[in-house]
């Protein structure tokens, strides 16, 4: 891409129709297009109300023009925008127009990848933008509006100037050997690269807790034929969204369905009765459910009541290592008592799905799994890519602890070094184009 030497251009409303479409442009040719356009260069910040012209002088619409002159704008490049009526005619008309004026439309993400490459954000405060816009609870919104503005970035970029700091306080030392063994054996130091370390756990810990706020958690019904999986998804939802029988083996493929409990989304994954089948479509569904079962947050193994207790070996392997919650089902044919209860470690809801009871109960549990409820208000949201990278930091200061323990002041300062570059890697310090790329590419086009 050549930035600063193209101008793009893209809808930047939403596709279909609508009272008010948008057109945004950026780049050098915006007042160019401006005066073909519109007949002059707008005042800056300014809203002007008119016509538009296409290439041959033609009206083709009447609304509102804005220009944001560099680097005062979102992209830091000449912005010009069209504000039209919202028919997709129309805005398509506009779009050629800027086209055939020397504008090319824009990829996908290409104004927030300009924005970040021309210093008008960082990286994180870049994904906020897509965070934001696919937000899928009003909890995920409030903490994607913090990390856009710069509460994360703040964090990640003062440990990463105190993770510098004392790299080259620790480089600066290798020259006066006679002094090092004294420097590094310093509470001083010590206390200061623990000091880092806490503070990398605690924002990996809360980030780790967010990224289930951006992308929710999975939640897989597992069980029996006829244990009630899908009355109980159906009760989770309150809707009818799976085909309750008493016929065996009628759920044969994965059903999702996304719930919210106090702001998290929850995922809800019905699947197939597990057991040997010889049927072919059936054999199809428990792959399909083995599938999704072992790659679940949260397992939730539902038995009949009237069983001793649940059978865990029908569980594929890859579940051993998920949050497991017992499901008691059917206690409307037994006790009757909805109660919660720990055996063995491992916690054990009794309910009715039928007649939703013990959902509340559920709901609740599901919630204190999630983690969330430790976290304040204050929390941002993280991506996956950030936790890779947090993660991989503190193994670097972790092993820059045990250098410092045995006097290896070079390579303690070369962990250092790389504990500071993941760091930067997040904020976008030190990216690489593969990365932006992936990144961007999942942004909407007028983004």
Known sequence: MNIGKTTICALASSVGKGGIGIVRVSGPLCKVIAKKMLGF?????????????????????????????KPYSFTGEDVLE????????????LLESAISMGAK??????????????????????????????????RASKSAFRSLSGEFSNQINTLTKSIIELRVFVEGTIDFSDEEIDFLQSNQVKCKIKDIKQTVETILKSATQSV????????????????????????LTQESSAIVTDIEGTTRDVLKEIIHVNGV????????????SHDKIEKEGIKRANFEIENADVVLMVFDAQDDKPDLSILPEGSMDKSLLLIKNKVDLTSGIIKREVINDIVQLSVSAKYSEGIKLLRKELFNISGLEDL?????????RHIIALEASLVSIRNAIMQ????????????????????????????????????????????
Do not use: W
Request: a negative charge; aromatic letters at 10%; proline letters at 3%.
């Open 41 to 69: 260069i707008p005042k800056p910040r300014y809203a002007y109300y008119g016509l538009f012209f296409d290439q041959e002088s033609i009206e083709i619409d009447k609304g509102i023009a804005l220009f944001f002159p």
């Open 82 to 93: 069209f504000q039209g009526h919202g028919g997709m005619i129309g805005m398509h008309s």
């Open 105 to 138: 439309l824009a990829e996908a993400g290409e104004f927030s990848k300009r924005s970040f490459l021309n210093g008008k954000m960082d990286l994180v405060q870049a994904e906020a933008i897509s965070d934001m816009i696919n937000a899928n609870s009003k």
């Open 212 to 235: 289930i706020l951006r992308e929710g958690l999975n939640v897989a019904i597992a069980g029996k034929p006829n244990s009630g999986k899908s009355s109980l998804l159906n009760a």
């Open 265 to 276: 989304p929850l995922i809800i994954i019905d699947t197939a009765g597990l057991r040997d």
């Open 376 to 384: 304040s208000e204050g929390v941002v949201l993280a991506r996956r």
């Open 404 to 447: 410092l323990e045995i006097g290896a002041i070079e390579l303690m300062a070369e962990d250092l070094r790389f504990a500071g570059q993941f760091m930067g890697s997040i904020t976008g310090e030190f990216s690489s184009d593969d990365l932006l790329d992936e990144i961007f590419s999942s942004f909407c086009i007028g983004k």
